[in-house]
């Protein structure tokens, strides 16, 4: 049976994975099932079945233009203050948890900014991290692999090397492709440089990690695939 939300502590990171479908069910009064095409709501307090938010995250999730948008936002903070309250280290309600996003854009707690902290959503799923080793940065990065994905997106996420590898995949290309995607993205977080850094300049390869053609060391990768989705994390240490 699924549940709104599964916890999972993935070497020393606390993890959640939100369902989102089950979320809405759950936690919003007024769910709305075809939640990846509608048009945006109005939010307020009153709307949700648990307090998990204070007035400027509900101020910033109505700024979306779609209902989709907004629960991907919702569910994405959902997980961290989930994960956040199995640390047992910040007695606070959850509406008092407040994620924020710093220029680059990469989240951090209001009430501690030098906890590491990562957020990633994809088709139905939403998923976050936390860390309580300041010394210690990570990301994670969660992708659905609903779909079919063309010839041009290797070429343009996927050095010569990498397209060369995966040239020798045949019924497992999809998930092979996949599984890269999310470590690279996974590494940019953990780099704190998201989708300023071209994704061709991070190589996935059969001898390990590269960054700019130099191999990367010091960092520990983990990845599973589960209903559907490849879920990969990157952590330094």
């Not at 759950?26 to 709501?41: H, M, P």
């Not at 609903?146 to 041009?152: C, E, Q, V, Y």
């Amino acid at each position: 049976m699924q549940t709104e939300y599964t916890k999972k502590i993935i070497m020393g990171i606390q993890t959640c994975r939100v369902l989102i479908p089950e979320f809405i069910k759950f936690y919003l009064r007024a769910g709305n099932a075809d939640y990846r095409t509608a048009r945006a709501i109005r939010l307020g307090g009153t709307d949700f079945r648990e307090h998990c938010y204070s007035l400027s995250e509900i101020e910033a999730v109505n700024r979306f233009k779609t209902l989709k948008r907004q629960m991907e936002w919702l569910a994405g903070r959902f997980a961290v203050k989930k994960a956040v309250a199995s640390l047992r280290c910040f007695p606070l309600k959850p509406d008092a948890i407040e994620v924020l996003n710093d220029e680059s854009g990469a989240p951090y707690l209001s009430i501690d900014p030098g906890v590491p902290v990562s957020i990633s959503h994809s088709g139905d799923y939403a998923a976050a991290g936390v860390v309580m080793d300041y010394s210690t940065p990570f990301g994670l990065d969660i992708q659905t692999t609903g779909f079919n994905l063309s010839r041009h997106f290797e070429t343009v996420a996927f050095s010569s090397a990498e397209q060369q590898e995966l040239s020798g995949e045949k019924a497992s290309y999809n998930h092979a492709v996949y599984k890269k995607w999310t470590i690279k993205e996974a590494y940019l977080k953990y780099i704190r440089k998201g989708f300023a850094e071209n994704l061709k300049q991070v190589e996935i390869l059969k001898e390990g990690l590269f960054h700019s053609g130099r191999p990367v060391t010091g960092v520990r990768i983990y990845s599973e695939f589960f209903d559907g989705c490849w879920f990969s994390i990157v952590r330094g240490g």
